[in-house]
């Protein structure tokens, strides 16, 4: 990241932002560009890229001619300015019930894509002045399932009007095609991630499921295209109709996969002089999203029928066992701390935070600096590093009033002289999407603890339409993406525990263990509700195990006051949002590899380590509380992961998955890998 060009990005904005007849290139160049353009021809070059990027923030620069020269356009005579509230972000003034709606809906896409969107459009809102500083809902936290790298690619592509290339699974012919697509929108319908968009090779509309796809996402930048005017992803998935329901017949191991007959419409117990297996009907309409569960299930069942989901599971058991067997890779780790997976950082990038940060510190005087980079998500170097940048940068003059004027001293950061920045720059696309699409998705949540029906309706109804207004043109990105309810399917379920945290009250419940194959019955002293998605989990004291332990809401058979109060022997960690996982000292640390379509499990699973491989692979060093589910957690990810350490492990699943396919008399046609 070059210190100098941010400099003198920030420099030219600033002598731009701050002058009302305009300044000519001559000034320019020997003010804002001495140092860096050593001819009048670099300094052109180097003048309309800056031009370009400034133009990238929103901010308008103005052409100044004079009309007494040769035709107006002498470029010796041109001025330049940018008006004063170019692209500032327009008064936005929320109310506390307001701001905690809306920082929930910024925290749903904590872990997914468009979660760095979503903080920074919270920034600038607390930059702007106008967003006070609340708490989270007590007890409620709803987020979005991270939806993979291919998510993160397409939402790229949009912002970028680029179209990807993909391969494909097609649902109709069972055959995998690479498609070539315009993508025009995004939006989740049935528990699954949806492309809108235009299929070149067949000139049409066409809606692609993110999990079909096979291989990793290429976004075409040498290429683009113009969107449909006003296309809304919600309103093209509405007319989605849902899979027909469909029964899978399996050959079950006897005594085995209780939570997959709870959901039987039938059960045959095995026959004498058979396999010695029972025969288990269920009811399902996505043969994909079945075939994940059966795989994980491994040597314990067979698809009898129907052929899609028998091929389905095939695959999946093939690509995991196919990935397995590939030659090995050299393990090394950096000497502590995890690799981030994140782009180069810019000059761009250095510079955005800034014009959020001198906005920020005017209304927030005296913060400590680590407060300060905390709230940025940077650390104390980098933050004192832009700071150093800030208090060099000025008017074209360069006296002391015509300069920044910010002082730490004491770890305390002040600000006197903010020129005109102090008010933060318009939503970009990104942003505006991230909080419009949030604030959609929590419409039939629940009442949250602390907030009446009422006053959390009205309040996501008012600040949706105070940021409607505020986004202006960015919002077209949010009619791109479409997120579906994370209203809990459990309503019973959710109140009673939201009552249970809100008076203090322990719950007795009986609960389904998919990983031990049983029910067991506890009493917890429940301490937080969450979710992936609609999918909800709640976290627990549990007092059978004397820790702290994380329920599935559909996986509980039956719940209810015991008439304790909580103990008070567990809290809530501080973090957001709670973890799916509890780390612990009996643990197993597991090195896996993930493949470029796998690589977000290292942030699902909190990877404690990471190193970046070629072709955006990870290799991930991961705990795992039960060793014995390490075979169905490689099975049901058909490919996109692997284990390489401890070799025990790493045998053990190879031989869960030989086992697998064993039993199969065949491998059906289009079942090689899915990475």
Known sequence: MSASRTERLLN??????????????????????????????????????????????????????DPSTFAGDDPASTRYRIGKDSNRLPDVSLTPAECTVL??????????????????????????????????????????KPAGQAFDDVVAAM???????????????????????????????????????????????????????????????GDSFDPPAGFNARAELDSLNELPLQQAVLSVDPDRLLGLRKRAVSIQAARVGGDGRDTVVVDFRDPEQLAEELASYGPHVKVTGPAELRSAVVRRLKGAADFGASPTIPVQFPAAGRAPRSRKRTSEDQLARMLQLVPFLVHHQGLHIQEVADRFGISRKALIDDLKILICSGLPEGYPDDLLDIQWENDHVYITEHLDLHRPIRFNEDEAGALLTGLAMLEDLPA??????????????????KLTGAVGQAGRLAG?????????????????????????????LRYLSLQKDQVSERDVDPLRLYSLDNTWYFEAYCHTKA????????????????????????????????????????????????????????????????????????????????????PMFVSQHGGSVRILEPDVHRREAQAWLAASLDQYDHLSAGSGPAR
């Open 12 to 65: 030219l904005l600033l002598a731009l932002l701050n002058t009302r007849v305009g300044l000519s290139r001559a000034v320019l160049r020997e003010k804002v560009y001495h140092d860096s353009a050593e001819n009048d021809v670099a300094f052109g070059r180097m003048f309309e890229r800056d031009k370009v990027d400034l133009k990238q923030f929103g901010f308008e620069i103005e052409t100044l001619t």
């Open 103 to 144: 920082l929930l809906a910024a925290q749903l896409w904590e872990r997914a894509a468009l979660g760095s969107a979503a903080a920074s459009a919270v920034r600038k809102l607390q930059a702007a002045g106008g967003f006070s500083d609340v708490d989270l809902p007590a007890g409620v936290q709803p987020r979005i």
């Open 159 to 221: 912002h970028g009007k680029y179209p990807v290339r993909f391969g494909y699974l097609a649902g109709s012919t069972g055959r995998e095609e690479e498609r070539e697509v315009e993508p025009w929108g995004l939006g989740s319908r049935f528990g699954q991630w949806y492309l809108v968009g235009l299929d070149r090779a067949r000139a049409a509309k066409r809606i692609f499921r993110l999990s079909r796809m096979t291989t990793a996402v290429s976004v075409m930048t």
């Open 448 to 465: 949250m603890a602390g907030m009446a029906d009422d006053e959390q309706g009205s309040a996501l109804e008012s600040v949706t339409l």
């Open 480 to 508: 791109s993406v479409a997120g579906q309810s994370v209203a809990p399917a459990q309503s019973q379920a959710f109140t009673t525990i939201t009552h249970a945290i809100h008076d203090g009250q322990q719950l007795r």
């Open 547 to 630: 820790g702290l332990r994380n329920f599935r809401l559909d996986r509980v058979e039956s719940l209810e006051p015991n008439g304790k109060p909580v103990t008070g022997s567990a809290r809530t960690a501080q973090d957001y949002p709670a973890r799916l996982f509890t780390p612990s000292d009996d643990d197993v640390l597991v090195v896996l590899e993930l493949s470029r379509q796998g690589a977000g499990l290292a942030d699902d699973y909190y990877a404690e380590r990471t190193v970046p491989l070629s072709g955006g692979g990870l290799v991930a060093e991961v705990r795992f509380g039960n060793a014995e589910w390490l």
